[in-house]
Structures are given as structure tokens and as C-alpha cells.
């Protein structure tokens, strides 16, 4: 059993996750929210960049590269036509989401949505504090070389 964990809802769809200390990075999205969130704020980071003059600057200069290998590109290959003979199957299959060991769980155990372990049943609603003890040491030896 993990020493503490957290209680977080997913800022986008603000679904309530339990995340144990050794899982615990300062998540705030569930599973399936992170990638699409990721490339939203890479998105924007982008745009914000792509505004400033040095991006507008790198910007061109891609473009005006993309054009010149362009103009190398004299011969295209047509499409080959359809055959009537082609089939094409679609043979799509859903993914069962649902997991055997979450059949067998008992209702009364706390699980980590990221490592599946058990989890404490004590929830924290906040991050653990960060102890740097390089910068607490420093602080310290500071201090005594101030009052001698």
C-alpha cells in the first residue's frame, strides 16, 4: 500500500482520479484527456511564437525553403486506377476497455487510475510540498555565514 494519494478531478472533462504518491507529477487530466490538451497548448505556444518577430522571421525562411525544394519536384506519379476486382474489407474491432482485475476488486479499496495498486484510503486534495534539501542547505549556510 502507497503511503498517501491525491483526489483530483480532470480539469477537461472533470472526471474524480486517484493518483498515488509514486504516480503523482502534478497530473491534472485523465488518460485519454492529456494528448489532446498536450497539442492544445503546444498549439497555442505555437501561435504565440509564430507573433513574435524572430517567429515571423523563422517562419518565412521555412517557407521560402519549402518552395525551393518544391521547384526541384518536376515528375508526379499519377494514381494507379480502380480495379473492380479490389475488395476492401473493413474489418474494424472494438477494444474491451473493461479489465478482468477490475471484476475481481472489492468495492471498498482506493486504486491508483494510473499504476492500478491500492491506494490509501486518506486522500489528499492538494500536491505533496517539493523538499529541495540542496536549497535548504544553502539557506542554512547562508545564515551562518551572516551571524558568524
Known amino acids: 500500500m502507497h503511503g498517501s494519494s491525491r483526489l483530483y478531478g480532470c480539469l477537461n472533462c472533470n472526471s474524480p482520479l486517484v493518483i498515488c504518491r509514486h504516480c503523482d507529477r502534478g497530473n491534472r487530466y485523465c488518460k485519454p484527456c492529456a494528448p489532446a490538451m498536450y497539442l492544445k497548448a503546444r498549439r497555442r505556444a505555437n501561435k504565440r511564437y509564430q507573433s513574435t518577430y524572430r517567429g515571423r522571421i523563422n517562419h518565412a525562411a ?60 486518506f486522500l489528499r486534495h492538494d500536491w505533496l510540498r517539493s523538499t529541495d534539501y540542496r536549497k535548504r542547505a544553502e539557506v542554512v549556510n547562508a545564515k551562518k555565514l551572516a551571524f558568524g
Not at 477494444?95 to 491500492?118: F, G, M, Q, W
Open 62 to 121: 521555412r517557407q521560402k525553403s519549402y518552395r525551393e525544394r518544391q521547384k526541384q519536384k518536376v515528375t508526379h506519379q499519377g494514381s494507379k486506377g480502380w480495379s473492380v476486382r479490389d475488395l476492401l474489407i473493413n474489418k474494424r474491432k472494438c477494444a474491451s476497455l473493461t479489465l478482468e482485475t477490475d471484476r475481481k476488486r472489492p468495492n471498498k479499496d482506493v486504486y491508483c487510475h494510473i499504476c492500478n495498486e491500492i491506494c490509501s484510503p
